[in-house]
């Protein structure tokens, strides 16, 4: 009964798009792959099969009693899911307008291209949507003991494989609307990258970084102290990040709202606005796969995270999505100039 509400939900939600005339416009494979293939490849990267599968599960049955130890996993693996399908989702997004800025000259396609470009952050809702759902069945049931403990496996090949199988899906996906030649800026990438290397020395040790690594992906047992220490690393690095894309994408949106009047100069600023974006997406999703190894081990010991990310996935979708609006809004204009 539970698959059967499943599918009854998603299609009142496809019948409503039906009804207000926008089912075609919201389909597009292209969209479909780089959101759903981005979130299972980073999940299958971080968490076993049989993890997996125990969460699709959970979600499809009617159970109302879990142990405490696999409450905590799944919890774990569908706020995972959430995250992964918003980056993926801005992701594609950010791709899609960064080629249409080499259309800018064809006005009459402009509209329609934009659309296209906004489904994928519509499909990592949709996954976001699905990912809080379950969720909330989950903290419904009623906690029991653990019958017997699960033992967490270390798995860094799977990371690694997984880790290659999402960029080879983000680079496929820009391979389809053209050259990658678009997507290289070096001024994104050396705020991105090299501020982020930097700030984050300011605060941890090599010795730390090391340790941390170390603890999450080879060393199968590992204690309460070093479990919270490596995810308040994680998370550290996590809001360094978004600091950094904030800073580099306003900096490139000051560029092009002042340029709106010149054509020639805007593009270059537009990239510095759109790329940033796209290089810190790629990071946090896959600093956030290597912080679900951990978790997995957290899930093991029964602790619960200490701290979050103070700038999490929610708040980079919606400035995401503001700065995509004010991007859309620039090309535009510029194109009816």
Request: hydrophobic share 50%; with cysteine.
């Amino acid at each position: 009964m539970g698959f059967l509400y499943f599918i009854a939900a998603w299609l009142v939600v496809l019948l409503g798009f039906r009804l207000g005339g926008v089912l075609i416009m919201t389909t597009d494979p292209a969209s479909a792959v780089i959101v759903l293939g981005g979130m299972l490849t980073l999940l299958f990267a971080s968490w076993s099969f049989k993890d997996i599968t125990e969460a699709v599960g959970f979600v499809l049955s009617r159970q109302t009693s879990i142990p405490i130890r696999k409450y905590n996993k799944l919890s774990a693996i569908y706020a995972a899911a959430g995250d992964y399908a918003l980056y993926c989702g801005l992701l594609g997004t950010y791709i899609g307008a960064v080629l249409i800025l080499r259309t800018l000259s064809d006005s009459a396609t402009l509209g329609p291209k934009l659309a296209v470009a906004s489904v994928t952050i519509l499909y990592g809702l949709i996954f976001k949507l699905g990912a809080v759902l379950a969720r909330h069945k989950l903290k419904l049931c009623q906690l029991t003991e653990d019958p017997y403990p699960f033992k967490a496996r270390n798995q860094p090949l799977a990371l690694v494989v997984g880790t290659l199988l999402f960029i080879v899906i983000l680079l496929l996906g820009i391979y389809s609307g053209g050259s990658f030649g678009g997507f290289v800026d070096p001024p994104s990438l050396v705020i991105i990258l090299g501020g982020s290397l930097f700030l984050s020395m300011l605060f941890i040790s090599l010795g730390d970084c090391w340790a941390t690594t170390k603890n999450t992906l080879f060393t199968d047992e590992v204690s309460p102290a070093q479990a919270l220490k490596a995810m308040r690393i994680f998370n550290l690095y996590h809001d360094i990040v978004v600091a950094l894309v904030l800073v580099a994408s306003t900096a490139g949106l000051i560029g092009t709202v002042q340029t709106l009047n010149e054509p020639s100069r805007i593009g270059p600023y537009l990239a510095m606005c759109l790329l940033p974006f796209c290089y810190g997406l790629v990071m946090l999703a896959l600093t956030r796969a290597e912080s679900c190894c951990m978790q997995r081990k957290m899930a093991e010991l029964n602790l619960k995270m200490d701290s979050r990310p103070v700038l999490g996935a929610g708040f980079v979708t919606l400035i995401g999505l503001a700065c995509y609006l004010l991007v859309a809004v620039s090309l535009i204009y510029t194109v009816n100039q």
